[in-house]
C-alpha cells in the first residue's frame, strides 16, 4: 500500500488485534500497530520491521512489495524489539543488505543479535544523507526518544519525516477512529513522556524542515494538519496542560474518600469546571498519568493506611514521578479514622518533583463526610477555581 497516490514509499508495517498488553504493561484494547516502510527506487531501502508477533506477516508483506528484487539497505531508527526482531532475518535472507543506523545503534546490535554484522553496518551521524535514486533520505540523530540510539529520517523528494516512536500511538490501523489525540496522548505520557526535553530537541530540528507526511513506527500515517499533532507535541513535551480543568484521582478503602472525591467533582462542575475522575483500585492508571498531565489541576483523595497512604495512591505518585510530572497545581483530600497520615505522605512524595505547587487548603475527612468537611471540600472547591 503507498502510503498516498504517486509515492514511491509503501506501508508494509502490521496490525496486532491480540495483543493484550503492549510493553507487558499498557492495556491496549484497540490493538496495536508496528509500522514499516519500504522506498523504492534505484536502491531499495526498507524503514525498520516489526515485533516477533508479527514475523511471519511482515516477511510476506516484504516480498509482496520486493516480488524477487533484493533490499539494499535496512534503516533501522530504533532498536526496540517492536520495530528489530526482524533485523537479524533480514540479514540472513539478503546477503547485500546492509543496516543503517546511528553509532549507538551500532554499538548494541550485538546485544540483540549476537553479532555486529561487520561490514554491513553504515552508521550515520546528523545531517548525513543517503542516495537512493530520487530519493534521499536525511538523518536526524534523536536520542532518547525514546531510547538513546533513536534516529529519524526525512525523505527530501516526497518531504516526509521517518519519526520513530514520535507521533506514535496506542491502536491498529484498522481501529483507527478520528479521535487521534486520546490514545496518542496516553502513548505519549506514558512511555515517551519521562523525556520531554530530548522532544523539544527534535521539534526544533523539525521546525527547520518543510514535513508533508509524518511516517510513525505506530498508529497512522499523518497527512495533513500537521500542525496539529506538532503543536500536541509541543504542548505535552514542555510540560505545558492541554487543558483547562481538574482531575481528580482517588484511592478508597470503604467508599468513603470515594464519596468526598464524587461531591468534589459535583461542587466544581457546578462552578462551571471541566472535571475528569478516575478510582485508583480500578482504572488504568496509563489513563490516569494521561489525565494528570493533560489538565492543569489534580485533586488527589486517599484513605490513610500503615501510617502512610493507600498504596494504590502511593504508586501512583510514584508513577507521575517516574514521568517527570511538573508545572501543576495538585490539591489534597485525606481520610483517617483515628491519625490521618494520607495528606502527609502525599505532600512528601509531591515535594521532590519541580513546579509542582500545593494547594493551602487540605481536607482532612474521619471516616465519613459531615457538614464540617463538606465545608471544607467547598472551601477547596473555591480555592481550586480562584
Ligand atoms: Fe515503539 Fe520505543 O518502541
Same mark, same amino acid.
Given at each position: 500500500?503507498?502510503?498516498?497516490?504517486?509515492?514511491?514509499?509503501?506501508?508494509?508495517?502490521?496490525?496486532?488485534?491480540?495483543?493484550?498488553?503492549?510493553?507487558?504493561?499498557?492495556?491496549?484494547?484497540?490493538?496495536?500497530?508496528?509500522?514499516?516502510?519500504?522506498?523504492?527506487?534505484?536502491?531499495?531501502?526498507?524503514?525498520?520491521?516489526?515485533?516477533?508477533?508479527?514475523?511471519?506477516?511482515?516477511?510476506?508483506?516484504?516480498?509482496?512489495?520486493?516480488?524477487?528484487?533484493?533490499?539494499?539497505?535496512?534503516?533501522?531508527?530504533?532498536?526496540?524489539?517492536?520495530?528489530?526482531?526482524?533485523?537479524?532475518?533480514?540479514?540472513?535472507?539478503?546477503?547485500?543488505?546492509?543496516?543503517?543506523?546511528?553509532?549507538?545503534?551500532?554499538?548494541?546490535?550485538?546485544?540483540?543479535?549476537?553479532?555486529?554484522?561487520?561490514?554491513?553496518?553504515?552508521?550515520?551521524?546528523?545531517?548525513?544523507?543517503?542516495?537512493?535514486?530520487?530519493?534521499?533520505?536525511?538523518?536526524?540523530?534523536?536520542?532518547?526518544?525514546?531510547?538513546?540510539?533513536?534516529?529519524?529520517?526525512?525523505?527530501?523528494?516526497?518531504?516526509?519525516?521517518?519519526?520513530?516512536?514520535?507521533?506514535?500511538?496506542?491502536?491498529?490501523?484498522?481501529?483507527?477512529?478520528?479521535?487521534?489525540?486520546?490514545?496518542?496522548?496516553?502513548?505519549?505520557?506514558?512511555?515517551?513522556?519521562?523525556?520531554?526535553?530530548?522532544?523539544?530537541?527534535?521539534?526544533?530540528?523539525?521546525?527547520?524542515?518543510?514535513?508533508?507526511?509524518?511516517?510513525?513506527?505506530?498508529?497512522?500515517?499523518?497527512?495533513?494538519?500537521?500542525?496539529?499533532?506538532?503543536?500536541?507535541?509541543?504542548?505535552?513535551?514542555?510540560?505545558?496542560?492541554?487543558?483547562?480543568? &481538574?482531575?481528580?484521582?482517588?484511592? $478508597? @478503602?470503604?467508599?468513603?474518600?470515594?464519596? /468526598?472525591?464524587?461531591? #468534589? +467533582?459535583?461542587? !466544581?462542575?457546578?462552578?462551571?469546571?471541566?472535571?475528569?475522575?478516575?478510582?485508583?483500585?480500578?482504572?488504568?492508571?496509563?489513563?490516569?498519568?494521561?489525565?494528570?498531565?493533560?489538565?492543569?489541576?489534580?485533586?488527589?483523595?486517599?484513605?490513610?493506611?500503615?501510617?502512610?497512604?493507600?498504596?494504590?495512591?502511593?504508586?501512583?505518585?510514584?508513577?507521575?514521578?517516574?514521568?517527570?510530572?511538573?508545572?501543576?497545581?495538585?490539591?489534597?483530600?485525606?481520610?483517617?479514622?483515628?491519625?490521618?497520615?494520607?495528606?502527609?505522605?502525599?505532600?512528601?512524595?509531591?515535594?521532590?518533583?519541580?513546579?509542582?505547587?500545593?494547594?493551602?487548603? &487540605?481536607?482532612?475527612?474521619?471516616? $465519613? @463526610?459531615?457538614?464540617?468537611?463538606?465545608? /471544607?471540600?467547598?472551601? #477547596? +472547591?473555591?480555592? !481550586?477555581?480562584?
Amino acid at each position: 500500500m503507498k502510503i498516498k497516490e504517486n509515492s514511491a514509499i509503501q506501508y508494509i508495517g502490521c496490525d496486532d488485534t491480540d495483543l493484550d498488553l503492549f510493553e507487558n504493561q499498557y492495556v491496549v484494547p484497540e490493538g496495536m500497530a508496528y509500522n514499516s516502510y519500504l522506498i523504492d527506487d534505484d536502491k531499495i531501502a526498507v524503514t525498520d520491521t516489526v515485533d516477533a508477533r508479527k514475523s511471519n506477516e511482515w516477511q510476506t508483506n516484504l516480498k509482496a512489495v520486493l516480488n524477487g528484487r533484493h533490499p539494499d539497505y535496512l534503516v533501522v531508527h530504533h532498536l526496540e524489539p517492536d520495530h528489530s526482531a526482524n533485523i537479524g532475518w533480514v540479514m540472513e535472507t539478503f546477503a547485500d543488505c546492509k543496516i543503517v543506523c546511528s553509532a549507538k545503534a551500532a554499538a548494541f546490535l550485538p546485544q540483540f543479535f549476537g553479532t555486529d554484522f561487520a561490514g554491513r553496518v553504515l552508521t550515520v551521524k546528523e545531517g548525513d544523507t543517503l542516495s537512493l535514486g530520487t530519493h534521499t533520505l536525511q538523518f536526524i540523530m534523536a536520542p532518547m526518544v525514546h531510547w538513546p540510539e533513536v534516529m529519524v529520517s526525512y525523505e527530501q523528494s516526497e518531504k516526509v519525516l521517518f519519526a520513530a516512536d514520535a507521533f506514535g500511538k496506542f491502536g491498529a490501523l484498522c481501529n483507527e477512529t478520528d479521535d487521534w489525540a486520546c490514545e496518542a496522548r496516553r502513548y505519549y505520557f506514558n512511555i515517551v513522556g519521562k523525556y520531554g526535553n530530548p522532544v523539544q530537541t527534535l521539534l526544533k530540528k523539525a521546525a527547520a524542515l518543510d514535513i508533508q507526511t509524518i511516517c510513525p513506527l505506530h498508529g497512522p500515517i499523518l497527512k495533513e494538519n500537521l500542525g496539529y499533532y506538532i503543536d500536541l507535541y509541543q504542548t505535552w513535551s514542555s510540560y505545558q496542560p492541554e487543558t483547562k480543568g &481538574v482531575f481528580i484521582a482517588y484511592a $478508597s @478503602l470503604h467508599g468513603n474518600t470515594a464519596k /468526598a472525591a464524587e461531591e #468534589l +467533582a459535583v461542587m !466544581l462542575e457546578a462552578k462551571g469546571e471541566k472535571v475528569a475522575i478516575s478510582d485508583l483500585s480500578r482504572a488504568d492508571i496509563a489513563e490516569c498519568v494521561e489525565d494528570a498531565f493533560r489538565y492543569d489541576r489534580m485533586v488527589l483523595c486517599a484513605s490513610s493506611y500503615d501510617g502512610g497512604v493507600m498504596p494504590l495512591m502511593r504508586d501512583f505518585i510514584n508513577h507521575l514521578s517516574d514521568k517527570t510530572y511538573q508545572k501543576r497545581t495538585v490539591a489534597l483530600v485525606e481520610n483517617g479514622t483515628w491519625a490521618p497520615s494520607a495528606a502527609r505522605t502525599m505532600r512528601a512524595l509531591l515535594e521532590p518533583l519541580k513546579e509542582i505547587t500545593i494547594v493551602d487548603t &487540605v481536607v482532612t475527612i474521619k471516616t $465519613s @463526610l459531615t457538614t464540617d468537611s463538606r465545608a /471544607a471540600l467547598k472551601l #477547596l +472547591a473555591d480555592e !481550586l477555581t480562584r
